[in-house]
């Protein structure tokens, strides 16, 4: 109903898009061009943001981009894991033998790593999400597992996504030492006030929309009500079109992104 009603050739804002179809934003190219010195440095690079602001996103379409030939991407997505679990997690990506003590994990998710970057010619990068539910034991682990040749290289990218309080977390002494091994960080910011629109008008254009319902003070407001998080601008935005259609408007006002907020 809602394609029909605004005449478009599909739904909005949706979440399977392909990395040539998102809105760059300024603070996303930012983060592009960090990840693209860490696929050429490798070592750690921790990556913060608030919920929504697009972190996911943005290494999907880091890794979809990755050459096949040079690099192998593995996602690691348990984070509320015990040591053991935490080795057999990575153990597993690496298609390891299956192991039962740490010490023998240890031993062979280093070698996995180093026959994969001399054999293969390959550059292992591991992406751990919702890092900062990681205990901290985890991240002692994590810190021992890339010291390779008594911490002289680094032959793989280890990226670490989560929420901002996580920087603040490993500031603390007793991750120092880890936090002090991480290559390079960054903090992904929400959309500024004067993305709101492009952002809206860009993932309309996607599905075929002459011309962008929404007021200037309806993307105002939209502003207002979401702080600019990606997430919540495309939820508040499909909601106010949802209030529009069943009003039968033909364009979208600050009254109807009202009605739509009070209604997420």
């Known amino acids: 109903?809602?394609?029909?009603?605004?005449?478009?050739?599909?739904?909005?804002?949706?979440?399977?898009?392909?990395p040539d179809q998102l809105f760059i934003s300024q603070s996303v190219k930012e983060l592009s061009s960090r990840l693209?010195?860490?696929k050429n440095n490798r070592g750690i690079f921790l990556l913060t943001g608030q919920p929504g602001t697009g972190k996911t996103t943005s290494l999907r379409a880091f890794v979809q981009e990755l050459s096949d030939l040079t690099f192998q991407s593995f996602y690691v997505p348990l984070s509320t894991v015990n040591v053991l679990d935490f080795y057999r997690q990575i153990n597993h990506a690496l298609h390891g033998e299956h192991c039962h003590f740490k010490a023998a994990l240890f031993r062979q998710i280093q070698q996995l790593i180093k026959d994969m970057?001399?054999?293969?010619?390959?550059?292992?990068?591991?992406?751990f999400d919702e890092a900062h539910l990681l205990k901290n034991e985890n991240f002692t682990e994590l810190q021992i597992l890339s010291n390779f040749n008594m911490d002289s290289t680094d032959p793989a990218l280890f990226i670490l996504a989560g929420q901002p309080h996580l920087s603040d977390r490993l500031a603390r002494p007793v991750l120092i030492s880890f936090y002090q091994r991480i290559a390079l960080k960054y903090h992904?910011?929400?959309?500024?006030?004067?993305?709101?629109q492009p952002f809206i008008d860009h993932n309309l254009r996607l599905v075929k929309c002459q011309q962008s319902p929404f007021s200037q003070n309806a993307i105002d407001v939209i502003f207002k009500n979401t702080a600019g998080v990606h997430r919540r601008v495309a939820d508040l935005a499909l909601k106010t079109m949802t209030c529009g259609m069943l009003q039968k408007a033909t364009s979208l006002t600050e009254e109807h992104v009202f009605l739509a907020a009070r209604e997420l």
């Open 117 to 127: 970057v001399t054999h293969s010619k390959k550059i292992p990068v591991f992406i």
């Open 188 to 196: 992904l910011m929400p959309l500024s006030s004067d993305e709101i």
């Open 36 to 38: 693209n010195y860490m």
């Open 1 to 18: 109903m809602l394609e029909a009603y605004w005449n478009l050739s599909g739904m909005p804002f949706s979440k399977s898009l392909h």
